[in-house]
C-alpha cells in the first residue's frame, strides 16, 4: 500500500494502538506466552519504542506535528501563501543589513531573498524542515545560513537590521513565557534601528466554532515517493481555555487511510496582542490587515505588524 514517503514515515504514520501487548494469541496452557512469542514481543516493544522516538523527534515544542518532513510540507503547497513574499523582501531590501528569519521553515521565503541579494540567516526547530531547506538552497546554489534552535532560546552572534517570523508561526508560540522569551531574545539581536515583523490570523469566531465532527479537504498532492494522490482532511476543534485551534490533518493515500498529524495554533486577539507587545518593550510602527498594506480592521483577515524597541 502506498504510505506517506520513506520507510520511516510509513513507520510514523500509523498509531502506538496496534502496539506491544494487544495480541492475545500464542500462550501456553498455563497462560504464558510461547517463547517464540516472548521473543516477538520483545522485537515488538524495541520497534515501537523507536517508532515513538521517532515521532517525538519530529514533534516541535507546542506538539504539532505537521512538520515531520520537508517535501512532502512543500509539496502540499495549497495552504501556503504567496502574497507575502513581496511584502517581506521590501521590508530586507529597506532594512539595509543583515535578515534574520526566524521559524524559516523549507526557506520558502528565506531563499528568495538570499537570491536577491539579502543576507540572511534562517533558524527553525524543525529537523526536516531545515534539511529540505538546504537541500532546496543548494540545488539553487544559494548561500544561506540555517540554523536549526528554538526561537525562544536565541543566542546567536551577530545583531539583525530586520527579524521576522511569517506565516503564523509565531502562532506555535502558546505561553506568556514563551513569548516573553521570544521578545527578549528578539530585542537582544536587534541592531540599532531595528525593525521586528511578523503576521498572524485574525482570529475569527465564525470559524472558531467549527462543527468539530466536521472533515474538510484542504489540500492534495502526488507522493514523492510513489507518484500517488495523497489527500489532506482536517478536523477541527477550538480550545477555548487556551485560545488555541486543535487541528488534525488526516492523511489518505488513494483509498486509504494514512495516519493523522496534530497542528495546534494559538490565537491572538487584536488588543491582547498590542498589550504582549506594549509590556515586552516592542512599539507598533505599523499594523496592517494585508500584504497590500491596507490598515488593520475587524474585518482584515491577517494582523501583520511591523515594531521597534521602545
Ligand atoms: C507554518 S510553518 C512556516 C514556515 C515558513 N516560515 C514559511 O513561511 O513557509 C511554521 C514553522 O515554525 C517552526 N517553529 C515552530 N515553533 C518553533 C520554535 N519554537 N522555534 C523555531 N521554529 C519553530 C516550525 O518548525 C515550522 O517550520
Redesign the pocket.
Known amino acids: 500500500m502506498d504510505t506517506l514517503g520513506t520507510r520511516r514515515n510509513r513507520r510514523e504514520v500509523a498509531g502506538p494502538a496496534a502496539g506491544p501487548g494487544v495480541s492475545m494469541a500464542g500462550r501456553t496452557p498455563n497462560g504464558q506466552p510461547a517463547a517464540i512469542f516472548q521473543i516477538l514481543g520483545y522485537c515488538d516493544a524495541l520497534h515501537w519504542r523507536r517508532k515513538l522516538r521517532d515521532m517525538a523527534q519530529h514533534r ?3 506538539g ?1 506535528e505537521v ?1 515531520w518532513d520537508g517535501e512532502h510540507y512543500d509539496l502540499d503547497s495549497g495552504m ?1 501563501p504567496t502574497e ?1 513574499l513581496p511584502f517581506y523582501l521590501a521590508a530586507a531590501k529597506k532594512a539595509r543589513g543583515p535578515v534574520l ?6 526557506g ?2 528565506t531563499i528568495p531573498l538570499a537570491k536577491a541579494g539579502i543576507a540572511i540567516t534562517g ?4 529537523g526536516p ?1 531545515l534539511a529540505r531547506a538546504r537541500e532546496k538552497a543548494a540545488k539553487e546554489n544559494v548561500k544561506v545560513k540555517f540554523l536549526r ?4 532560546q536565541l543566542r546567536l552572534k551577530g545583531r539583525f537590521k530586520l527579524i521576522f ?5 509565531m502562532q ?2 502558546h505561553d506568556r513565557v ?1 513569548l516573553e522569551k521570544l521578545f527578549a531574545g528578539v530585542k537582544k539581536h536587534l541592531a540599532p534601528g531595528g525593525r521586528f515583523m511578523f503576521d498572524v490570523f485574525n482570529p475569527d469566531p465564525r470559524y472558531l466554532v467549527r462543527d468539530t465532527e466536521e472533515l474538510l479537504p484542504i489540500g492534495s498532492y502526488k507522493d514523492p515517493r510513489t507518484g500517488k494522490d495523497i489527500l489532506v482532511n482536517e478536523r477541527y476543534s477550538y480550545d477555548r481555555a487556551a485560545q488555541t485551534s486543535r487541528i488534525t490533518w488526516h492523511y489518505k493515500a488513494g483509498r486509504r487511510a494514512a495516519g493523522t498529524r496534530k497542528l495546534n495554533m494559538r490565537c491572538f486577539y487584536p488588543a491582547e496582542l498590542d498589550a504582549l507587545l506594549h509590556y515586552n518593550g516592542l512599539k507598533i510602527l505599523k499594523k496592517y490587515g494585508d500584504f497590500d498594506r491596507r490598515p488593520f480592521t475587524g474585518e482584515s483577515r491577517k494582523q501583520i505588524l511591523v515594531c521597534g524597541k521602545k
Open positions: 516541535i515544542p507546542d504539532s512538520y501556503v507575502d528569519e526566524l521559524a524559516c521553515g523549507t520558502r521565503l533558524l527553525d526547530v524543525a524542515m534552535a528554538d526561537a525562544r517570523i511569517a506565516f503564523n508561526s506555535h508560540l514563551s
